[in-house]
């Protein structure tokens, strides 16, 4: 049985370094999530009409706005772009796509569809952004994030053919039964075990695992087959499958009895994609039960945009200076709609810009905390998207959930929501790290070309019924730069540096944050550079209280 450091090299045979550095997270090999009680409670009319001018209207700045809005500050956001949510970014038909590396898409699909081209799912446990659904009224609904029919495929395995998440889950786990309840037998743990637990671990394995007494017998393994009593499993014991991996023959009426496939081999089920597509729902991030807004993941931003108005929400306003002015702030930008430079000036300034992009921009931020900005760097992450007719529903079972395959494109995720439409939205590759940067370095044409080879590959036949495709690589993305930026983990120094103001100034983002590349990460930034600013502005200690939502 692998252990968690076993299965990071898995990964990062898979994914690459950034891949595995997901995936450690995610196993709790590095630092978890910040704890998060509520939104702080600020005092209503502590902030007196103070101002502060705050840069970027992604997660971070828009929920620091509001929450130093509610306490009586004055707040100004100012974002480069002609919309709100930084990388949370919903496509729709229409869309205009232009990036860093001079390409232009315009999205294609039919009135209705959409595309999550940043975040695409919400952790129950991410209760910073699900708070904010709740207090807007945003409707969800589940996603479902794993399905048992979705499919595992890699050119060296298998033939080349694709198999089910379910045979690769419990062909595994018999396998690993039958092989634990011989090194039991065989003493292998008597050190360990008592008699009377080495019998009862042999009776869970035999129903965990759904191990036969025979070579040839196969036994139901449904959920109604409890262990049975210790000591009463006599003999070798073996896995010789399951229905739980899949059926044969499916059960009918009269003569038609279920059977099960034949297990694959262990030396299959051990290949890195198998092992990381039938894992990847376990990480922490990626439990059931998800969650998504209905009709697109900007349904978040555009909620908090409302409450703020269009008198604190500047859009198209591209920062061009950052500067100390006496006690407080200047800061210059473009009207992107007129081309003119206009001026806010404010007693603090919160910088939520990612710190790829802010350090482009000309600023007066002491050189310690210059030089932290100037060395970050960010990971990368890639997604494509096609409008098709819902083949994987018809013909697959997939209702929902991801399949991978060992290239570029890593994961096709499919959409769980309006099943059984005619047609629905397929992304066909979503990948990060190295994958993301060799997938991204192809042509656009090639590109599209090669998404629609890891779909024939997984569904052979209906890669030619995708349509509309639209790709983001977060690396070309104007104003974002990448994906995420582990600062934590990059740069301990740095990332306390820039968690403490700098005179006037005061920094939050996903970067600042133990989350990573989530909604929750900017949001818990942002609410403790606004607890941070909030105190020194009343010259006290922070606000711990939190207010219901």
């Not at 009135?111 to 659904?133: D, E, I, M, V």
């Not at 740095?494 to 989350?515: I, K, N, R, T």
Request: proline content about 5%; glycine content about 10%.
């Amino acid at each position: 049985m692998s252990t968690r450091r076993e299965l990071l090299m898995r990964v990062a045979g898979v994914t690459g370094a950034a891949g595995m550095y997901t995936a450690a997270r995610a196993l709790g090999l590095m630092e978890g999530e910040e704890a998060w009680a509520g939104p702080p409670a600020l005092t209503p009319g502590s902030g007196k009409g103070a101002k502060v001018v705050i840069l970027g209207a992604g997660m971070a700045g828009l929920s620091a706005a509001y929450e130093l809005g509610k306490a009586g500050y004055s707040c100004t956001v100012l974002e480069a772009r002609g919309r709100t949510g930084g990388r949370n970014y919903t496509m729709r038909g229409g869309d205009v796509l232009e990036m860093t590396d001079g390409t232009r898409q315009v999205c294609s699909f039919d009135k209705g569809h959409y595309f999550n081209a940043g975040p695409a799912r919400l952790p129950s446990h991410h209760q910073a952004t699900l708070g904010y659904c709740r207090e807007f009224g945003v409707p969800m609904e589940v996603l479902v994030n794993h399905s048992e029919s979705a499919l595992i495929q890699a050119d060296d395995m298998n033939g080349g053919k694709p198999i089910q998440m379910r045979q690769a889950s419990f062909d595994t786990r018999g396998h690993v039964a039958e092989l634990l309840a011989k090194a039991v037998r065989g003493g292998g743990l008597d050190a360990e075990l008592t008699k009377d637990d080495r019998d009862r671990l042999i009776s869970t394995l035999a129903s965990w695992g759904a191990l036969a007494t025979g070579r040839d017998a196969v036994v139901s393994a449904n959920a109604r087959d409890l262990p049975a009593a210790a000591g009463s499993v006599k003999g070798p014991l073996y896995y010789n499958g399951s229905v739980a991996s899949g059926y044969a023959t499916y059960p009918g009426a009269g003569d038609e009895v279920a059977s099960a496939r034949k297990p694959l081999p262990l030396d299959t089920l051990m290949h890195p994609t198998v092992l990381l597509g039938s894992r990847f729902h376990e990480f922490i991030d990626m439990q059931a039960t998800m969650q998504q807004p209905v009709g697109g993941m900007d349904a978040i931003p555009r909620a908090l945009e409302a409450k703020l108005g269009p008198t604190v929400v500047r859009k198209n306003c591209e920062v061009t200076r950052i500067a100390r002015h006496g006690a407080g702030v200047a800061v210059s930008y473009r009207d992107k709609a007129t081309g003119k430079t206009k001026r806010v000036e404010a007693e603090y300034c919160l910088v939520t810009i990612p710190l790829k992009v802010l350090s482009a921009i000309p600023s007066d931020f002491s050189p310690d905390r210059k030089a932290a900005i100037d060395k970050a760097t960010y990971n990368s992450a890639i997604k494509i998207a096609f409008q098709s007719p819902r083949f994987w529903e018809a013909k697959d079972q997939i209702y929902g959930g991801l399949s991978f395959t060992a290239r570029d494109t890593l994961i096709t995720w499919y959409p769980s929501h309006e099943l059984h439409a005619r047609e629905g939205v397929l992304v066909a590759g979503y990948s990060f790290g190295e994958l993301a940067d060799r997938f991204a370095a192809l042509p656009l044409a090639e590109r599209i070309a090669y998404a629609r080879g890891s779909v024939e590959r997984l569904h052979p036949g209906h890669s030619a019924s995708l349509k509309a495709p639209i790709t983001v690589s977060w690396k070309s993305v104007p104003y974002s730069l990448g994906i995420e930026c582990p600062l934590a983990e990059q740069d301990p120094a740095s990332y306390a540096l820039l968690g403490e103001a700098d005179g006037p100034f005061y920094f939050a983002g996903e970067h600042l944050s133990h989350v990573g590349a989530w909604q929750q990460g900017a949001i818990v930034s942002g609410h403790r550079a606004a607890v941070m600013l909030d105190a020194r502005h009343r010259q006290g200690a922070p606000v711990a209280d939190v207010r219901s939502q």
